[in-house]
């Protein structure tokens, strides 16, 4: 057996292809292999967001649905609080009034003016018709403002999209009665990431930045560790999971995802190695001027440097000298 502290070695010739007949030895020596760990991951999206009813009223028009793409700053529906139609009318009638009453007393300001050049009436009475259209100004003024708050709450009664992405949710109907603050379309934005439940045994063997595998509903894909949550939930380690160009046409949608959660030390050799005879595996060894056959027991293949390699279980140690396969007529 070999041992897990020696230093990793190259596998030098092994890693060539065994051609028919070759003569070619190789010392075995064993290799870092990755151990990886198969979990499942959602797909997510970065931002989940509700647009939400600014005002209270009746939901009348509604312009999304479950799947649709928005963008943001976007009408998607439209709230009718017609409480507000009365104030406008009310406050519209109050400007009309204050305004008949402001030009009255401008009028008499005037006439007040002409009269105090003669003499007629005293300043202190001009200065008195002064401050009533002054305070019938203000008055107006207030009105005006009071007129554009309720037109400004009028407006709220369109619900925008707050981020551009796909709508998820849609939990609300026409016709519907809807306080402030009440959510009316659940939008995912900000693109699509992969988020990750891992045992917490694997917590210590997780870093930033390492390579991951995934299934993705388009194909096999690599991803980056991008974020480790410090926040163990149910025994779990929540990761989150960068990849490149990730669909978000499914959210939440599981696949399955191979995390790297250490490396061991193994002895590879080609597949082109290993000789079947009646359902044993062997691999032909120089011990000379001699080649000999020893049986094994195989595990899983694995890519190593750029190419696919068997491991061997038992049956080889370290040092062995690797050479071309005898061949046999009874071979599958």
């Known amino acids: 057996m070999f041992s897990l502290h020696r230093p990793f070695v190259a596998l030098c010739l092994a890693l060539l292809p065994f051609a028919a007949g070759a003569e070619t030895v190789t010392p075995l020596a064993p290799v870092s292999v990755t151990e990886w760990k198969a979990v499942y991951g959602q797909i997510d999206t970065r931002d989940r967001i509700s647009a939400r009813a600014r005002i209270g009223g009746t939901l009348v028009s509604l312009t999304v649905t479950e799947g649709d793409r928005v963008e943001a700053g976007q009408v998607l529906a439209e709230i009718v609080d017609d409480k507000l139609v009365f104030q406008l009318g009310a406050i519209e009638a109050q400007i009309e009034a204050l305004g008949a009453q402001l030009a009255n007393a401008q009028d008499e300001l005037t006439r007040g003016e002409a009269l105090l050049e003669r003499g007629v009436i005293t300043a ?10 002054d305070v019938l100004k203000n008055q107006v003024a207030a009105a005006r403002a009071n007129r554009r708050i309720v037109a400004q709450q009028a407006s709220e009664g369109k619900v925008l999209a707050p981020v551009g992405g796909r709508v998820l949710s849609v939990p609300v109907t026409r016709d519907s009665v809807l306080m402030p603050g009440e959510p009316v379309v659940l939008i995912g934005g900000g693109g699509a990431f992969l988020r990750l439940a ?14 991951i595998h995934i299934e993705t509903p388009d194909g096999p894909a690599t991803g980056t560790l991008a974020k480790i949550y410090p926040l163990i939930e149910n025994g779990r380690v929540i990761a989150d999971v960068e990849v490149a160009a990730l669909s978000d046409s499914f959210v939440n ?80």
């Open 198 to 211: 891992v045992p917490e045994r694997f917590a210590a063997v997780l870093t930033e930045g390492a390579t």
């Open 124 to 133: 202190q009475s001009l200065e008195s018709l002064r401050t009533q259209a």
């Open 253 to 332: 949608t599981r696949v399955l995802v191979r995390l790297p959660v250490g490396v061991r030390e193994a002895l590879l050799v080609p597949p082109a190695a290993v000789t079947t005879v009646s359902g044993l595996d062997f691999v032909t060894l120089a011990q000379g001027e001699d080649r000999v056959q020893r049986a094994v027991v195989l595990g899983g293949r694995v890519a190593h440097d750029g190419a696919e390699r068997v491991e061997v279980l038992t049956g080889l140690r370290a040092g062995d000298i690797l050479a071309a396969p005898l061949e046999h007529a009874d071979d599958h």
